[in-house]
């Protein structure tokens, strides 16, 4: 088989598993019966991907929040990226999340990777984004949330940034 027809059938795989990965988004089948368990979906948010001849650029971010009482006023935010079949790029990510009621501010960044699709790979990447060290949550406070991520992608051209939202609740 040669190689044009093997990327031709490696990006009809990919595609048809884009929307079963993002759409779904990650499960978690502990909190699919935990009342306590809270989850917030964006939509899919698509960009220029910068080997251009590749799969589009395409992410996703998801907020989660435990609503144990030792476990409040906190979120996990993460990222989830549709991996790339010419090659691997790097993406700036850059949180802020606003509480509405307060007007706190909390903001993040992180660098991460986007690696390529193979046999042994996942089709996508997944960044976690926090406001402390080490910590894996932001702290926005308690009430409704607007949550911002900039995704800046890096690769063989340079191509506009994507902006994708969600909101949620913080209890």
Same mark, same amino acid.
């Given at each position: 088989m040669d190689q044009t027809r093997r990327t031709s059938i490696m990006a009809a795989l990919v595609v048809a598993a884009t929307s079963t990965v993002l759409g779904a988004?990650?499960?978690h089948a502990d909190t699919a019966t935990d009342?306590?368990?809270? =989850?917030?979906?964006?939509? +899919?948010?698509v960009g +220029?991907?910068?080997n251009i001849v590749d799969l589009p650029f395409t992410i996703k971010v998801t907020a989660y929040q435990n609503e144990l009482r030792s476990q409040h006023n906190r979120? =996990?935010?993460t990222t989830t990226m549709l991996g790339s079949v010419a090659a691997p790029y790097t993406v700036d990510l850059s949180l802020r999340a606003t509480n509405t009621r307060t007007r706190a501010t909390v903001s993040a960044t992180l660098t991460t990777r986007v690696d390529k699709i193979g046999f042994l790979t996942p089709f996508y990447s997944v960044a976690y984004l926090d406001d402390r060290p080490y910590d894996g949550y932001i702290h926005p406070g308690i009430g409704p949330v607007?949550?911002?991520v900039v995704a800046q992608p890096h690769g063989r051209?340079? /191509?506009?940034? /994507? +902006?994708?939202?969600v909101n949620t609740v913080v209890s």
């Open positions: 988004g990650i499960s009342p306590s368990y809270r =989850q917030d979906d964006g939509p +899919t948010c +220029t991907n910068p979120l =996990q935010v607007d949550i911002t051209v340079p /191509v506009g940034p /994507v +902006t994708c939202r």
